[in-house]
């Protein structure tokens, strides 16, 4: 409310097609990401019958999930992908050497997580064996958790997450020490509240992805109702509430990192990515490739594996 009743005020030398279409473009790939989630699992919804008429809407399997697709996981990471665009333009459009410097440090850190977020995720595929959401917590209501078995992978893909949503300590585009405040220091008004509101969507989305690639989705053990097969009403609303409880806590553990850690220097955090999670994230991928290969899709080798990677980083 605060920011919608202040002046939206346009400089004059602003590109000002541009200059209003980035917060746009950055905040729509955030807020459609959510369509893939599948919040409740598969609802078996009974043949309604319609009062004081004889028709009745016959009735089968509901997934309580925006879209249900067969590409899920990589529609995701796809839609996720063109926030950078928002970002660049809005860097650009602003007709300001504060703004323009941002908009190329987010553009450059953003492209350069993707590659570490890419080939995480493909470890968990590979090992899964399906791209479709649904699948991927069935997967792990049966074999446990991809958490427990491939850590690494869960710690290099939250790492960058962050730093794709321009978090802290990745804030580096809006570093207000040497750049005011970065890619929207021309903004104001609503314009302006967009961008905060697509870091922030781009985190809720991101936790939703990790809870459902890491966390089991709305999986919880030892509670039939929160098995995939159980497909009551109750069962999907109780799911429905798992899986939101298990996305803000991670959204908490994000303002958690915000609050401890300080910011890193721009050169630390393209060093850290290009010379240390591409490579990391590579010999994982070979890794659960061999493990794949030899059958040994257990929670035990993917460990053991993860652990050994982590071991030879050290």
């Known amino acids: 409310i605060k920011f919608m009743l202040k002046e939206d005020y346009t400089p004059a030398r602003v590109d000002k097609v541009l200059f209003t279409l980035a917060p ?112 991927i917590i069935r997967y792990q209501a049966h074999g446990g958790w991809l958490i427990l078995s491939q850590p690494l992978t869960a710690i290099i893909f939250y790492i960058a997450i962050l730093a794709e949503a321009n978090r802290a300590p990745f804030d580096n585009a809006e570093a207000e020490q040497e750049l005011v405040g970065g890619y929207h220091t021309e903004y104001s008004s609503m314009r302006f509240a967009l961008f905060f509101l697509a870091e922030y969507s781009h985190l809720f989305t991101s936790s939703a992805f990790f809870t459902l690639l890491f966390l089991g989705g709305y999986h919880l053990p030892f509670i039939p109702a929160l098995s995939p097969d159980a497909v009551g009403l109750g069962a999907v609303l109780l799911k ?67 652990l050994g990677v982590a071991a030879l980083l050290i």
């Open 240 to 306: 429905c509430l798992v899986f939101f409880t298990k996305v803000m806590l991670l959204v908490c553990f994000a303002i958690v990192v915000r609050w401890t850690i300080p910011r890193l220097r721009y050169d630390q955090i393209m060093m850290m990515g290009w010379q240390m999670l591409i490579p990391v994230s590579l010999v994982l991928v070979v890794a659960v490739s061999v493990l794949v290969y030899l059958g040994l899709t257990g929670l035990v080798p993917m460990l053991l594996a993860n």
């Open 24 to 135: 746009i473009i950055i905040i729509v790939p955030a807020l459609i990401g959510f369509v893939v989630i599948p919040w409740g699992g598969v609802w078996l919804c009974p043949d309604i019958h319609i009062p004081f008429t004889d028709l009745v809407i016959p009735g089968g399997p509901v997934h309580v999930a925006g879209a249900h697709v067969n590409v899920g996981v990589v529609y995701l990471l796809a839609v996720a992908s063109l926030g950078v665009y928002g970002v660049t333009l809005g860097g650009w459009a602003s007709n300001n050497k504060y703004s323009f410097l941002g908009g190329l440090r987010a553009t450059a850190q953003m492209i350069s997580y993707e590659i570490p977020m890419g080939l995480a995720l493909l470890a968990v595929l590979l090992a899964v064996g399906t791209v479709v959401p649904d699948g």
